[in-house]
């Protein structure tokens, strides 16, 4: 099941408990060179089902898009369909966790 996620809870994720929190940015590689969290992985939408074939179903994983819309949630419901348990999407998106930053 997807879940959303606020961008101050995926902060205290990730400083808690690192890199056991996979943050999946599935814009394109030209996006992603923008603006990105330091932390995330860029893993366009269009190849994560590939890429997603080895990793841990039981992981915890947040999707990430421009907005926290449409991308992130397709591919946050994407991986839970294809059985990972603890799937995630971040509101507000990149846009979101820049402007909490601030």
């Known amino acids: 099941m997807k879940q959303p996620v606020s961008p101050d809870l995926l902060r205290e994720w990730l400083q808690a408990h690192g890199t056991d929190v996979r943050v999946i940015d599935i814009r394109s ?3 992603f060179q923008k603006k990105h969290i330091p932390a995330s992985e860029n893993i366009p939408a269009e190849i994560m089902r590939e890429q997603s074939a080895g990793w841990d179903k ?3 994983i947040v999707c990430v898009c421009n907005r926290g819309h449409e991308r992130s949630q397709g591919a946050a419901e994407e991986l839970s369909e294809s059985g990972f348990k ?3 999407f971040l509101q507000g998106g990149i846009a979101g966790w820049f402007e909490d930053a601030t």
């Open 86 to 88: 603890n799937i995630f």
């Open 29 to 31: 590689k030209e996006e």
């Open 58 to 60: 039981n992981s915890v």
